[in-house]
């Protein structure tokens, strides 16, 4: 979740949303986000809405600002939710704690708010609860309590296997913590296990990322991220980059490091479904992120959280004491919104329905957009299947230049 907050509509004090956004209410997945903003360091290349202990002070501040009370918050953003959506029937689907590091806060903590959310709006029977966690903030008895609580999704932030990368990226793990920390979470019961990693770290050799690519597959993980790093203006790491340091990531590496990835992840079973993920089938696609790529419902809970229901997006104010003083005067914790109209919504689609492997339906394109279709696919960047586009590998490496061609 990005630190920087667009301008955006104002927001009613009570976060009232219109009519229109409310009508479809049940008829789309409905999830919750929860933001958890705390990290015991602050990573170079990162850019979210993060704060260490320094830097919000003593821990006895505004609950929204304080590990031990931050639950309190989030439960209080969870029941104002439940009011100005009213009491339409509208069980959740997914719930996905990120961060930030959400393994600082306690199990029982977490739980809590699963159970608010539980409490409020009803899970459905196969709900899908994921915690984002470091490998070096678990141990197995940390993730036992955590699926005791109802979290039987966690994604660990591997990053790398290698030793220079991490520290590049100023990441404190050791990567041998890696595989032990995916068996804790097998022994603690846990139904799904995926690993993020990120390839492209100044200094990361071809070599460096096969390394960690078969070290992830190693731990034969049901669900794989991999990312090219992006230097993020207002980072250490851009810092760097600025001052000579450290060189820019290069496309051409970026792209052999995709393809390499792609390989071998497809060679191991883990198949593509969006561009950037893999999984082992259907059933261990992360379900929250779809309901993101495939325009669902969703209430982003926590400080600069972003939220999507019915064409209305807002995102809440960024930092947590402003965030927790908000909700404990019975005000709306949102910066700001939007409204989309049809045209948005359409663009959205193509943006984001095209980096499936389940594809862009064809119907969604304009005139224009439709007219471009048969070179593209003559170009071998798209593929035709049941009217619905889909990527080829190489549309894969070139998806912003087809997007452009798509919506010009």
Not at 51 to 74: D, I
Request: proline share 6%.
């Amino acid at each position: 979740m990005p630190s920087a907050l667009p301008a955006g509509d104002p927001v009613p004090e009570d976060g009232t949303l219109p009519a229109s956004a409310l009508a479809g209410l049940g008829r789309r997945p409905f999830g919750f986000y929860v933001h958890v903003p705390f990290c015991t360091v602050r990573c170079g290349y990162c850019d979210f809405n993060t704060y260490t202990a320094e830097e919000l002070g003593p821990a006895g501040g505004a609950p929204g600002a304080s590990r031990a009370t931050y639950a309190e918050a989030a439960i209080a953003e969870v029941r104002r939710a439940r009011a100005v959506l009213g009491d339409v029937d509208l069980p959740v689907s997914t719930v996905f704690f990120g961060g930030g590091t959400p393994t600082l806060l306690s199990p029982a903590d977490l739980g809590s708010v699963v159970a608010a959310i539980a409490g409020e709006f009803g899970l459905t029977d196969d709900v899908e609860v994921t915690t984002e966690a470091n490998p070096d903030s678990v141990a197995l008895w940390d993730l036992e309590e955590l699926r005791s609580v109802g979290i039987n999704r966690i994604s660990f932030g591997m990053q790398s296997a290698v030793d220079h990368v991490l520290k590049v990226l100023e990441r404190t793990h050791d990567p041998l913590r890696v595989p032990a920390a995916v068996e804790w979470a097998r022994t603690a019961g846990f139904e799904q296990i995926s690993l993020d990693l990120i390839y492209g770290t100044p200094g990361e050799s071809i070599a460096d990322w096969e390394v960690s690519v078969e070290s992830a597959l190693a731990c034969a993980p049901d669900h794989v991220s991999a990312y090219s790093l992006i230097v993020e203006e207002g980072t250490a790491l851009a810092r760097r980059v600025r001052r000579g340091e450290l060189p820019m990531p290069d496309e051409d590496d970026l792209a052999d490091k995709y393809q390499l990835a792609d390989e071998r992840f497809g060679a191991a079973g883990l198949g593509w479904y969006e561009v950037s993920n893999w999984s082992t089938g259907p059933d261990t696609r992360c379900r929250h992120n779809l309901l993101y790529w495939t325009g669902g419902d969703w209430w982003g809970v926590g400080p600069g959280a972003h939220s999507h229901v019915g064409g209305v997006r807002w995102w809440n104010v960024k930092h947590p004491a402003a965030y927790a003083d908000r909700l404990a005067a019975d005000r709306s914790p949102a910066h700001a919104r939007e409204l989309l109209d049809e045209e948005d919504r359409r663009v959205e689609r193509v943006l984001l329905e095209l980096r499936l492997r389940d594809g862009l339906p064809v119907a969604v394109l304009d005139r224009v957009g439709r007219a471009a279709v048969a070179t593209l696919v003559g170009d071998g960047l798209l593929t035709l299947e049941t009217e619905r586009l889909v990527l080829t590998p190489r549309g894969r490496l070139l998806a912003d230049a087809v997007v452009r061609d798509l919506l010009p």
